[in-house]
């Protein structure tokens, strides 16, 4: 069920029954010279839309703008910064709740968001307002994604790329992959950091077009089976939130002075 599409009595006959929501987060940010700048949104929203179709649960309106000011020398980029974005994204969730969602799930395709989301779900389960949780496309399927890449990259790569080609296949710039590749980085996390230490802060100081990995490996079929895949995962995902009590996902109410003791 799609909240935009639904009239307010179709929606409340949800509430009536149902108590789980899905909402789509991901950035507007540049991501190379071959992919949109709404490419994570664009994914997420995909997928929760597919999720929600099968399963039947409520899917929100997609959350662009998230925690993207490492990309900020690029052109388009837009970002909010962290206060901002946790402060919007728990009212928001608070808006649900009020309508009787309990059960939420941040379905988030872009790393910047991951801890603040994280701190968010804290916020609301420390309070008893919700059980929020944050799921990753790409971390739900990561030996899917080893499989059929080398050099997969963390941001632009191929299977980003290959996951527009499978939503959006017009919005590729298929003519500039090789750019992209031969521009970009092949990332190495322990090579980026002296000492033990992390010493980057911004994506242009790894990547001079922001990318990473080998973008000519993406293909649609490719694409259609990460999806199909990551879909997999996330229906999973929904249907084992449902059936907990949510007794059980909340915290107890206080310490428990004597946990030793016989009942």
Known sequence: MYLSHRTWPEVGEYTADESLAVVPLGSTEQHGPHLPEGTDYMIAE????????????????????????????????????????????ESFSRNLTYHGIDRIVYVNAHGGNVDHLREVGRRLHDDNAAYA???????SIPDLIEEVFETPGPHGGPKETAMIMHIAETLVREDRLEEARDGGTVF?????????????????????????????????????????????????????????????????????QRPDRDE
């Open 188 to 256: 190495d996390y322990d090579a980026e950091r002296v000492h033990g230490a992390t010493t980057f802060y911004d994506s242009i100081e790894n990547s001079r077009n922001g990318v990473f990995g080998d973008q000519t490996d993406a293909t649609p079929e490719v694409g259609e089976r990460l999806f199909e895949a990551a879909a997999e995962q996330l229906v999973a995902l929904l249907e084992w939130l449902d059936d907990q009590p949510i007794a059980t996902l909340l915290p107890e109410p206080r310490v428990d």
């Open 133 to 139: 949780i944050e799921w990753m496309w790409d971390e």
């Open 46 to 89: 995909a997928l929760a839309r597919e999720a929600t179709e099968r399963t039947g649960y409520l899917c929100t309106p997609p959350i662009p703008i998230g925690v993207s000011s490492h990309h900020r020398q690029f052109h388009g980029t837009m970002w909010v910064e962290p206060p901002v974005f946790r402060d919007f994204v």
